[in-house]
């Protein structure tokens, strides 16, 4: 079955405390990108990535980082998680998002839903 | 980025009647405006996606328009059914990522 496997789906942390959310996707995607949603604010992007070793800030990348060693994976890191990065995060994965070609379907993972105490 | 404004952010209907969710955007080199609905508790998900090489589309209940003039465009839904209760959530390409608007709640009256 396509999908976008997101782990965990939900975490209580504390102010400091290092945490990768892991996100997997099984269709070969080239893109993959992650999302933060709050209430009020819509989803906004936080990185993406083209492909395998190229990665690119989105509009909120401040305290997070990812890398993309492998095409399947893209996992996100808070090095030293805040209480204003509680939020319900989405992986998404797409064939290829370029605007001017072939655009594809942006398919989310299920969310994680982090709260940072 | 890409600044997409969307309207309403709440929107109740009455079932059978029409919903419209419009959004604009800033960018005029933008030229693909997906849709995506997003149940409670679960993924957002392509509903409908135009190209700005079309002015309209449409899929059973759901259609899209496209003023690329304006900078605007707008999701139609006729005969809404509690099934379409739902966020929705307009967006525009601006070079490799999808910017969002803020979303609708969209609520159908039974």
């Known amino acids: 079955e396509a999908q976008v496997t997101q782990n965990p789906r939900y975490l209580i942390t504390v102010t400091g405390k290092k945490l990768t959310v892991t996100c997997s996707q099984n269709?070969?995607?080239?893109?993959m990108s992650w999302y933060r949603q709050d209430p009020g604010l819509g989803l906004r992007q936080i990185y993406y990535?083209?492909?395998?070793?190229?990665?690119d800030k989105g509009d909120v990348p401040e305290g997070y980082k990812v890398s993309r060693k492998e095409k399947r994976n893209f996992p996100l890191i808070l090095e030293s998680p805040s209480p204003n990065q509680t939020s319900l995060y989405f992986c998404?994965?797409?064939?290829?998002?370029?605007?001017?070609?072939?655009?594809?379907?942006?398919?989310f993972g299920e969310g994680s839903r982090l709260t940072v105490l | 980025g890409e600044n997409v404004e969307q309207h309403p952010s709440t929107l109740s209907v009455q079932e059978g009647d029409s919903a419209v969710i419009k959004c604009t955007y800033s960018?005029?080199?933008?030229?693909?405006f997906p849709w995506y609905k997003q149940e409670l508790g679960k993924r957002p998900q392509l509903i409908i996606d135009?190209?700005?090489?079309?002015g309209e589309k449409k899929d059973q209940r759901i259609a899209v328009t496209l003023n690329k003039t304006a900078k605007h465009f707008s999701l139609h839904i006729t005969e809404t059914q509690p099934e379409d209760s739902a966020v929705y959530f307009c967006a525009t390409l601006d070079d490799y990522k999808l910017s969002f608007g803020a979303g609708t709640t969209v609520t159908v009256r039974a």
């Open positions: 135009i190209r700005s090489n079309v």
């Open positions: 990535s083209m492909n395998v070793e190229v990665t």
């Open positions: 269709m070969n995607h080239e893109y």
């Open positions: 998404a994965s797409s064939p290829r998002l370029v605007r001017g070609f072939n655009t594809g379907e942006l398919f």
């Open positions: 960018d005029s080199a933008s030229n693909y």
